[in-house]
């Protein structure tokens, strides 16, 4: 049986803001289900040649788009194709685009790369979209679309966010953990759920499970996370606000595969379980689901609680989640074998930092972020111990000091290590490798690991944990 980990989990960088129901000026977007037919209606706010979709991230498969396969544009005159990096509506006279954009969405599970599922799809028929794919913001031209980079925070977007309203012919959707009949929401991140599936609720957890996913899946998941959580919430202080929600989602298998992908929003984790062999908790895959847990639980604090302010610095939260769950997975199961992690981050993050770490997204080398990240929280974790602390009081420090306006830069956190360590060149050669990447990844990991304290040797070109 092939285990696919697919696990292209990314905690964006805002945190969410509470929904509003007043009228603004901006766009707006009905979502709406009746029976098998799904539609999306766009009222767009003013002219514009081009909108452009916030979220245009690419499918894992084949690298390309997942609208053009699931999104049929029914209003004449308009397409929807892609510009750069972005999924754009553009009316074919070349002149501005129908206030009113009506599109049929046919929902299907994807798997994405280095993003949110646009849906989860249930075995019971529910199913559960991402609002943030229903974002989108008017442009002068294509051109302008595809000059634009595939990471648009921190930067200054023209329009307001889109006003949407969710409706499901068949009753109330589940929205925020309240059943609500044609709720509007802007700014929200999160999935909005469809049809007759009940969350279950517990005083630390509240879930949406797959009627289809065997009982071991939901059982682990009423025991995992919480013991998480409260780790996390012990080492890392206060957390986000309210009771985090899991939604599991169960997709029909491919014969011999079984895999594993999710994704953690503020306050929800959701998860895509796919295939045969997770119908026995063998097999690795129970493992493979406390790693997740691990990893998208500690998001809650590093991601959401604080984040970074441009994707460049995904190596904060991603690297760092890594770190961090695996430090807090060895803490509550004893049994847990970090090395060979820690080992494949430091192979991995040699490999690909002969390029600047920054723009790995663009290259679709995301791995340099959580590699390249976990060696660089190895080094503050040395830093950190030298002084009686450890990897979750470095992190600690780091959230404490941004709470308030939520974001956490990789200026700050360079700082915090030079504080820590009392050694600048550190630094400044992490620096380079974030900015301009090193000709000679082996050498300089392992000279950062020797001033960190960090124990290793090179063997045979390779820098080997000891
Ligand atoms: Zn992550």
């Known amino acids: 049986m092939t285990i696919a980990v697919l696990l292209s989990a990314i905690a964006l960088a805002a945190s969410s803001p509470a929904p509003s129901t007043e009228t603004e000026t901006g766009p707006s977007a009905r979502i709406e289900r009746d029976g098998n037919r799904w539609t999306v209606t766009f009222e767009l706010d003013r002219d514009a040649a081009v909108w452009a979709f916030d979220h245009s991230a690419v499918q894992q498969n084949n690298r390309g788009p997942w609208r053009p396969g699931q999104w049929r544009v029914e209003t004449p005159g308009v397409v929807l194709e892609r510009a750069g990096h972005r999924d754009v509506l553009r009316a074919t006279d070349g002149g501005p685009v129908p206030r009113q954009v009506r599109i049929a969405i046919s929902p299907v599970p994807t798997a994405m790369e280095a993003s949110y599922a646009p849906a989860l799809l249930f075995s019971d028929g529910s199913v559960a979209l991402h609002t943030e794919q229903y974002e989108l913001f008017p442009l002068d031209d294509v051109e302008a679309a595809a000059a634009l980079p595939p990471d648009l925070t921190g930067l200054d977007l023209p329009g307001g966010p889109v006003a949407m309203t969710w409706v499901d012919a068949a009753g109330p959707v589940l929205f925020q953990g309240l059943r609500q009949t044609a709720p509007v929401a802007t700014d929200v991140n999160t999935y909005v759920l469809f049809g007759p599936l009940e969350a279950s609720e517990s005083p630390h ?16 998941i009423a025991d995992t996370a919480p013991r998480y959580a409260a780790f996390y919430a012990d080492r890392l202080g206060e957390g986000p606000e309210g009771r985090p929600a899991v939604m599991a989602s169960w997709k029909a298998p491919p014969p011999g595969m079984t895999s594993m992908g999710g994704s953690v929003l503020p306050g929800l984790i959701a998860v895509a379980f796919e295939g045969e062999g997770v119908l026995e908790p063998s097999g690795g895959v129970a493992d493979m689901f406390n790693w997740f847990i691990a990893h998208e639980s500690v998001h809650f604090w590093l991601g959401h609680t604080v ?40 192979d991995d993050c040699a490999e690909l930092a002969d390029q600047p770490i920054h723009t790995a997204a663009a290259r679709n080398e995301n791995r340099a972020y959580y590699a390249c990240g976990a060696v660089f929280g190895m080094l503050a974790e040395a830093a950190a111990r030298e002084r009686g602390g450890d990897a979750f009081t470095f992190v600690r420090g780091l959230i404490d000091a941004n709470r308030d306006d939520g974001l956490l830069d990789g200026g700050e956190w360079l700082a915090e290590l030079t504080r820590l360590s009392g050694d600048p060149s550190m630094a400044a050669d992490m620096a380079v490798m974030l900015e301009a990447g090193t000709a000679d990844p082996v050498a300089m990991i392992a000279s950062l690991f020797q001033r960190a304290g960090v124990a290793h040797e090179v063997r045979d070109g390779r820098v080997v944990l000891l």
């Open 205 to 220: 957890l509240a879930t949406v499970i797959d009627p289809a996913l065997p009982d071991w899946i939901g059982r682990a």
């Open 307 to 346: 984040s970074y302010a441009s994707g460049r610095d995904m190596w904060i939260t991603e690297g760092g989640a890594d770190l961090l769950a695996l430090r807090a997975a060895q803490a509550l199961d004893p049994a847990f074998d970090a090395d060979a992690m820690l080992q494949s981050a430091v």
